[in-house]
């Protein structure tokens, strides 16, 4: 069974940085997995912030790109997001998962998650 582990959240001033990092374990197949990271603010569903391929292709949700950069390294099992020039609106729980088959729809990013949820790890953006 997979485990994922989000850190690296804290509480930043609007405009600061912050790196998280998603950490996979108990399984075997992190190399040829599409990660992705999500994100879930008070009162809103859980939505698709960015997602890596198996090689190095990137996408990103409309209200971050330009912002976040997403990457991983597959000899440490872990997937990264680098939040750059943070506003008050990134502010939600953070999560990480392996997604399969994502689809834009509507514009929004839908992307079915493959295994169990981590605990994520809070950001919170100060204005």
């Known amino acids: 069974q997979v485990q994922l582990v989000e850190s690296g959240g804290g509480l930043v001033q609007a405009g600061g940085s912050l790196t998280l990092s998603c950490a996979a374990s108990?399984?075997?197949?992190?190399?040829?997995?599409?990660m992705a990271w999500y994100r879930e603010a008070p009162g809103n569903q859980r939505e698709v912030v960015a997602f890596?391929?198996?090689?190095?292709?990137?996408i990103y949700a409309d209200s971050v790109k330009g912002r976040f950069t997403i990457s991983r390294n597959n000899a440490k099992n872990t997937v990264y997001l680098q939040m750059d020039s943070l506003k008050p609106e990134d502010t939600a729980v953070y999560y990480c998962?392996?997604?399969?088959?994502?689809?834009?729809?509507?514009?929004?990013?839908?992307?079915?998650?493959?295994?169990?949820w981590g605990q994520g790890t809070q950001v919170t953006v100060s204005s």
């Open positions: 890596i391929s198996v090689g190095t292709t990137t």
């Open positions: 998962n392996a997604i399969k088959d994502p689809r834009k729809v509507g514009g929004v990013w839908n992307a079915p998650p493959l295994y169990n």
């Open positions: 108990g399984g075997n197949t992190f190399s040829g997995d599409v």
